[in-house]
């Protein structure tokens, strides 16, 4: 009996059922299997298990420091005020992607302190609440370009945070559209 045949023998509760399940089941692969890229990526490489002979240890290449530890940029208010292009990184020490993520947003800062105001908003300071809710922020890092002449902000990709080359062309073309 094939598929066909199963399906004209049920009837359309079942069938319904059926469906519905097949499509839970399509979409939270899907969804795994995005996460799982995700954490590649991040992690800059296919994920190993660790050796059963020797206890697992940070690798030198994985960031330890928190976000909240790192000296980049200044305060949002004073950010706003100034009137120049904004880089703003919403993350959460917790958060095993924002630390991940910060040896990169450093870079960026070097390499744009002069043309962008660069701003960390810890998503769990009370303080910024107002400005979390106005960036309508779920998910960490996030990142906004931000024009305050304009009033106007841009969201980066994650999927362009491992890209050094992307993300620069992504601020030397905001630039040069906002300044």
């Known amino acids: ?5 199963v399906f004209e023998n049920m009837d359309k509760k079942h069938a319904t059922v059926v469906c519905l399940l097949a499509l839970l089941v399509i979409s939270t692969t899907f969804g795994a299997f995005q996460t ?15 050796s059963a002979e020797k206890p697992a240890r940070p690798s030198a290449d994985v960031p330890t420091k928190k976000p ?7 305060d949002y208010k004073k950010a706003v005020a100034s009137k120049k292009p904004m880089l703003i990184l919403f993350y959460a020490d917790w958060c095993g992607f924002c630390v991940r993520f910060m040896p990169i947003y450093e870079k960026l800062y070097k390499a744009h302190k002069h043309d962008f105001n660069f701003v960390k908003i810890n998503v769990e300071d009370e303080n910024y609440a107002d400005v979390v809710k106005k960036y309508e922020i779920a998910a960490f890092p996030t990142v906004f370009l931000v024009n305050t002449k304009k009033d106007t902000r841009e969201k980066l990709e994650n999927r362009d945070f491992g890209d050094m080359d992307k993300l620069n062309g992504i601020l030397n073309d905001f630039y040069k559209e906002n300044k």
């Not at 909240?68 to 200044?74: H, L, R, V």
């Open 1 to 5: 009996m094939g598929i066909k045949e």
């Open 36 to 50: 799982y890229k995700l954490t590649q990526f991040l992690s800059g490489g296919a994920p190993s298990a660790p």
């Open 68 to 74: 909240s530890e790192y000296k980049i940029g200044m």
